[in-house]
């Protein structure tokens, strides 16, 4: 999958997901990415993920890091809300870890 990127050294927000069964992946590369990621864009690509796994009958398992759109207060409320945790389980990445980050 190639990501477009607005020129040499810059940075671009992008979400993805893969079903580990199939190998198929999905993305969101947000239209704005000046301000970089945020919840309601991080909300968004997960709210598809959710539709999806709803009309399959299937469950997703999200692996997040600790990071502020991960842990705000918007992304908390959908991620705890009984409905959504039907269909999607989180597990944690641990907030120091560099053993587990090649860049480290």
């Known amino acids: 999958m190639q990501v477009p990127s607005p020129g040499q050294n810059s940075k671009v927000a992008a979400f993805g997901a893969i079903n580990y069964a199939?190998?198929?992946?999905?993305?969101?590369?947000?239209?704005?990415n000046k301000g970089g990621k945020n919840s309601a864009q991080f909300l968004l690509f997960v709210g598809g993920l959710l539709l999806r796994a709803r009309r399959a009958g299937k469950r997703i398992i999200l692996v997040l890091d600790n990071g502020p759109i991960h842990t705000s207060k918007k992304t908390t409320a959908f991620l705890t809300h009984p409905d959504v945790r039907k269909?999607?389980?989180?597990?944690?990445?641990?907030?120091?870890?560099?053993?587990?980050?090649?860049?480290?």
């Open 22 to 32: 199939t190998g198929q992946h999905r993305a969101l590369v947000p239209r704005v």
């Open 87 to 104: 269909y999607i389980q989180v597990l944690w990445r641990p907030k120091y870890a560099p053993n587990l980050n090649d860049q480290e």
